[in-house]
């Protein structure tokens, strides 16, 4: 069974910066493109960052580009997003999704992790 | 990237056939056949219900179907039912090998 567990969300000051954690079992994690993707509440889905399966080759969103890393451990099956710089904007939900093949759909999620960037 | 454009809501009577637009671009739609459709309830992950414009993965009724045309994709739900009440998000692949999300839609089941 596909099992992806977040980790590392909380509450974090404007300027702050946060790591996050993805866990990954059930499939060949080395195998696939990871990404993340957020949800500001009430909001809808931004797709903010993608690593291909090696590790060597990463793709942003605009909104992030600078400010976030994205890095994966494939010895640990596990994802990780580096948030430097955070913004009152970068409140949301954040997901790690699993892609049908690279990036063309996801067809497993984790359940999330709550990032609040808030004086 | 601006997020595809989606109605904001849409809303049935049960047994009823809806549809859904999701407009983009000739960089994004348009350009490429990699459109997917989600559900999200209130409070839960996102599940995927089309990808590649109109293919089910395993597990997905078939009530639900994808099409193309042009920038604009479309989901039907067919057969409207009251736990179809929810949230529906179209994606897409873009010509910067980024992927783009629709603003989403609300299904309401009156």
């Known amino acids: 069974e596909v099992q992806l567990l977040e980790s590392g969300g909380g509450l974090v000051q404007p300027g702050g910066s946060l790591r996050l954690s993805c866990a990954a079992s059930g499939f060949a994690f080395g195998s696939y493109t990871m990404s993340w993707v957020r949800q500001a509440p009430g909001k809808g889905l931004e797709w903010v960052l993608a690593?291909?399966?090696?590790?060597?080759?990463?793709y942003y969103a605009d909104s992030v580009k600078g400010r976030f890393t994205i890095s994966r451990d494939n010895s640990k099956n596990t994802l990780y997003l580096q948030m430097n710089s955070l913004r009152v904007e970068d409140t949301a939900m954040y997901y790690c999704?699993?892609?049908?093949?690279?990036?063309?759909?996801?067809?497993?999620w984790g359940r999330g992790t709550m990032v609040t960037v808030s004086s | 990237q601006s997020a595809l454009t989606q109605p904001a809501s849409v809303s049935g009577s049960p047994g009823q056939s809806i549809t859904i637009s999701c407009t983009g671009t000739s960089s994004d739609v348009g350009g490429y056949n990699y459109v997917a459709w989600y559900q999200q309830y209130p409070g839960k992950a996102p599940k995927l219900l089309i990808y590649?414009?109109?293919n089910r993965p395993s597990g997905v009724s078939n009530r639900f179907s994808g099409s193309k045309s042009g920038n604009t994709a479309s989901l039907t739900i067919s057969g409207l039912q009251a736990d179809d009440e929810a949230d529906y998000f179209c994606?897409?692949?873009?010509?910067?090998?980024?992927?783009?999300f629709g603003s989403g839609t609300k299904v309401t089941v009156l």
């Open positions: 999704a699993k892609p049908i093949r690279h990036l063309e759909a996801f067809d497993f």
């Open positions: 994606s897409s692949f873009t010509s910067s090998r980024t992927l783009v």
């Open positions: 690593i291909n399966s090696g590790g060597a080759d990463t």
């Open positions: 590649d414009v109109s």
